[in-house]
């Protein structure tokens, strides 16, 4: 790696730094992601999986994944699949093997007893009530333990029978022996180890005290040979804790932990404890409900990983904490989708129209483009007949200013077809529109000369003989974009009309494609074909509308 590597960031600065310095051997780079399996991953977690294994490629180096399994009452082998996957997904690839932080319990156990031995750590009998009243304030210093000042022996003795299963949870702890008084009160002796009679996912009964992630975090990082250790910034004022833990490692190299602002998105809740409450409560169907911002729901929503590593490239690493508005992200899957997937004509909400000029038992095939943005995606050819649907939103009897679609007595285009009038409206007997009335103009078919002819408005349409039924699934907001801190629950502010769902109309050629295959319907916005889909049902899911606010926002200022 050359010196004069350019950065991009804070981050890359400072490993920048390290390389020119010659900190670590061969001047290599091993970045960790250290998920706990204790939930799915979101939306917030892309950008540490971006941000971790994008510079593990930029300096040919490598990137661990590290389970932090140090809580067996809340993890399990369903999140360690999970998250596995949502990372291949995303088109990362781990240095082998897959880490554990039980692989290192015996290890971490041998350091707890190395740093008691130099007179780093003690075994305290106070509850945790009692640890936190007396741990101070920012303006007032902390209380020592009565246990605090035990012999090395002692507290040998109590942490080999704390590991043997001698006391009950909660009856005692081991604590990092540091100062009380402290200014940064993550000081004032921290509890690393804790007695929790629970069967790991991995390693069974066999341990009942499992370190704390203060204590896992750094040692692990130190044994697999971590380099740069890239924390979110709530970690930031746990660095010297971090440093302070890694003397029981007996090491030349040790790594070095740098803090980044989470990523937060408008709309989108990133709170594991939330997420878990809207799925057992029932607001949403499962973790991979397309409305969840957990990466697996983002997936089954129809987002690509190029459209997430994009967003995540284009709103950068910072510093300090903000919000990035949703806008922005539905730009980037708009931006991908464009010019890759195929178009085609979808009625969501459908009325019914007769020609009624057409011939009864004609049909006409008709060609259109599969996606005008790139020619090599070729044509198809659609069936046009006498009865049709159009979306029931293009049409207003009594149209309003501007109102370019069809109204009694004027002309639209039909895409890629003809030119027709309305000529009448029929309803039924609660005066709901039945169905439109409209004549031809045969002279302005699609291709011919007569096509020229200019009319204001064009419709996308499904012919009513070919028509395949689909349930459309349109979604909004969980949570108003508008939403701010006002005290509620945030339970009161869930969006309870988030989903609805359409039964649709669209062309035949729907069929031709499968579960996952995405498409943009016209002039409705993008579409994945969702698995809930049957032989008898096809089932979709929308991605984005059209509408590209980020954009219009971004013309605005």
Same mark, same amino acid.
């Given at each position: 790696?050359?010196?004069?590597?350019?950065?991009?960031?804070?981050?890359?600065?400072?490993?920048?730094?390290?390389?020119?310095?010659?900190?670590?051997?061969?001047?290599?780079?091993?970045?960790?992601?250290?998920?706990?399996?204790?939930?799915?991953?979101?939306?917030?977690?892309?950008?540490?999986?971006?941000?971790?294994?994008?510079?593990?490629?930029?300096?040919?180096?490598?990137?661990?994944?590290?389970?932090?399994?140090?809580?067996?009452?809340?993890?399990?082998?369903?999140?360690?699949? #999970?998250?596995?996957?949502?990372?291949?997904?995303?088109?990362?690839?781990?240095?082998?093997?897959?880490?554990?932080?039980?692989?290192?319990?015996?290890?971490?156990?041998?350091?707890?007893?190395?740093?008691?031995?130099?007179?780093?750590?003690?075994?305290?009998?106070?509850?945790?009530?009692?640890?936190?009243?007396?741990?101070?304030?920012?303006?007032?210093?902390?209380?020592?333990?009565?246990?605090?000042?035990?012999?090395?022996?002692?507290?040998?003795?109590?942490?080999?029978?704390?590991?043997?299963?001698?006391?009950?949870?909660?009856?005692?702890?081991?604590?990092?022996?540091?100062?009380?008084?402290?200014?940064?009160?993550?000081?004032?002796?921290?509890?690393?180890?804790?007695?929790?009679?629970?069967?790991?996912?991995?390693?069974?009964?066999?341990? %009942?005290?499992?370190?704390?992630?203060?204590?896992?975090?750094?040692?692990?990082?130190?044994?697999?040979?971590?380099?740069?250790?890239?924390?979110?910034?709530?970690?930031?004022?746990?660095?010297?804790?971090?440093?302070?833990?890694?003397?029981?490692?007996?090491?030349?190299?040790?790594?070095?932990?740098?803090?980044?602002?989470?990523?937060?998105?408008?709309?989108?809740?990133?709170?594991?404890?939330?997420?878990?409450?809207?799925?057992?409560?029932?607001?949403?169907?499962?973790?991979?409900?397309?409305?969840?911002?957990?990466?697996?729901?983002?997936?089954?929503?129809?987002?690509?990983?190029?459209?997430?590593?994009?967003? %995540?490239?284009?709103?950068?690493?910072?510093?300090?904490?903000?919000?990035?508005?949703?806008?922005?992200?539905?730009?980037?899957?708009?931006?991908?989708?464009?010019?890759?997937?195929?178009?085609?004509?979808?009625?969501?909400?459908?009325?019914?129209?007769?020609?009624?000029?057409?011939?009864?038992?004609?049909?006409?095939?008709?060609?259109?483009?599969?996606?005008?943005?790139?020619?090599?995606?070729? #044509?198809?050819?659609?069936?046009?007949?006498?009865?049709?649907?159009?979306?029931?939103?293009?049409?207003?009897?009594?149209?309003?200013?501007?109102?370019?679609?069809?109204?009694?007595?004027?002309?639209?285009?039909?895409?890629?077809?003809?030119?027709?009038? %309305?000529?009448?409206?029929?309803?039924?007997?609660?005066?709901?529109?039945?169905?439109?009335?409209?004549?031809?103009?045969?002279?302005?078919?699609?291709?011919?000369?007569?096509?020229?002819?200019?009319?204001?408005?064009?419709?996308?349409?499904?012919?009513?003989?070919?028509?395949?039924?689909?349930?459309?699934?349109?979604?909004?907001?969980?949570?108003?974009?508008?939403?701010?801190?006002?005290?509620?629950?945030?339970?009161?502010?869930?969006?309870?009309?988030?989903?609805?769902?359409?039964?649709?109309?669209?062309?035949?050629?729907?069929?031709?494609?499968?579960?996952?295959?995405?498409?943009?319907?016209?002039?409705?916005?993008?579409?994945?074909?969702?698995?809930?889909?049957?032989?008898?049902?096809?089932? %979709?899911?929308?991605?984005?509308?059209?509408?590209?606010?980020?954009?219009?926002?971004?013309?605005?200022?």
């Amino acid at each position: 790696m050359e010196e004069k590597e350019i950065s991009s960031n804070f981050i890359e600065a400072e490993i920048n730094k390290d390389i020119a310095n010659h900190v670590y051997e061969n001047n290599r780079v091993l970045t960790r992601f250290p998920p706990e399996p204790n939930g799915y991953l979101h939306i917030g977690h892309v950008k540490s999986i971006c941000l971790n294994f994008g510079l593990g490629e930029k300096y040919k180096g490598a990137t661990n994944v590290r389970f932090d399994d140090t809580n067996p009452t809340k993890e399990n082998v369903e999140y360690v699949n #999970s998250i596995l996957e949502d990372i291949r997904w995303l088109g990362f690839t781990w240095k082998e093997p897959v880490h554990y932080a039980s692989d290192y319990f015996p290890e971490l156990y041998e350091c707890a007893c190395r740093l008691i031995k130099k007179g780093l750590a003690y075994v305290d009998d106070q509850t945790s009530e009692e640890i936190r009243n007396t741990r101070g304030d920012f303006s007032h210093p902390g209380k020592e333990s009565p246990w605090r000042n035990r012999s090395i022996e002692e507290n040998l003795k109590l942490f080999q029978e704390m590991k043997e299963g001698k006391y009950k949870d909660g009856e005692k702890v081991l604590r990092a022996k540091i100062d009380m008084a402290a200014p940064n009160v993550v000081m004032r002796d921290p509890v690393i180890y804790r007695i929790l009679h629970a069967t790991h996912h991995r390693t069974g009964d066999t341990w %009942c005290i499992y370190p704390l992630y203060d204590f896992a975090h750094p040692l692990s990082d130190a044994i697999e040979g971590i380099t740069h250790s890239i924390c979110t910034l709530e970690f930031e004022e746990r660095r010297p804790l971090y440093n302070w833990c890694l003397q029981a490692f007996e090491s030349k190299e040790k790594p070095r932990q740098i803090e980044f602002a989470r990523l937060n998105v408008s709309t989108m809740i990133t709170s594991k404890r939330k997420l878990r409450k809207m799925v057992e409560s029932g607001v949403v169907s499962g973790w991979d409900d397309p409305r969840m911002p957990t990466i697996c729901g983002i997936r089954r929503r129809g987002y690509t990983p190029e459209s997430l590593r994009h967003f %995540c490239e284009l709103i950068g690493v910072a510093k300090s904490d903000n919000t990035v508005d949703i806008a922005f992200l539905e730009y980037c899957i708009r931006e991908d989708l464009k010019a890759k997937v195929p178009r085609i004509m979808t009625v969501i909400d459908p009325i019914k129209v007769v020609l009624t000029n057409y011939p009864e038992n004609k049909t006409e095939e008709l060609v259109i483009e599969n996606n005008p943005e790139d020619e090599s995606m070729g #044509s198809r050819q659609v069936t046009f007949s006498r009865n049709i649907y159009i979306e029931r939103e293009d049409f207003m009897e009594t149209p309003v200013k501007k109102f370019f679609r069809m109204t009694p007595g004027k002309e639209v285009r039909l895409k890629g077809a003809y030119i027709v009038r %309305c000529d009448e409206v029929v309803k039924n007997d609660d005066d709901s529109i039945k169905e439109i009335h409209c004549t031809v103009d045969f002279d302005t078919r699609s291709g011919t000369p007569g096509a020229d002819r200019k009319v204001k408005g064009t419709l996308h349409w499904v012919s009513a003989d070919t028509a395949v039924d689909v349930d459309i699934r349109i979604y909004d907001y969980l949570i108003s974009p508008d939403d701010t801190e006002d005290g509620k629950d945030f339970m009161e502010k869930i969006n309870t009309h988030s989903l609805t769902v359409f039964e649709g109309k669209a062309e035949a050629a729907i069929k031709d494609y499968q579960v996952g295959d995405r498409f943009q319907f016209l002039r409705k916005g993008y579409f994945i074909i969702d698995k809930d889909s049957t032989k008898e049902k096809l089932v %979709c899911n929308q991605i984005v509308g059209l509408r590209d606010t980020w954009a219009k926002l971004q013309n605005k200022k």
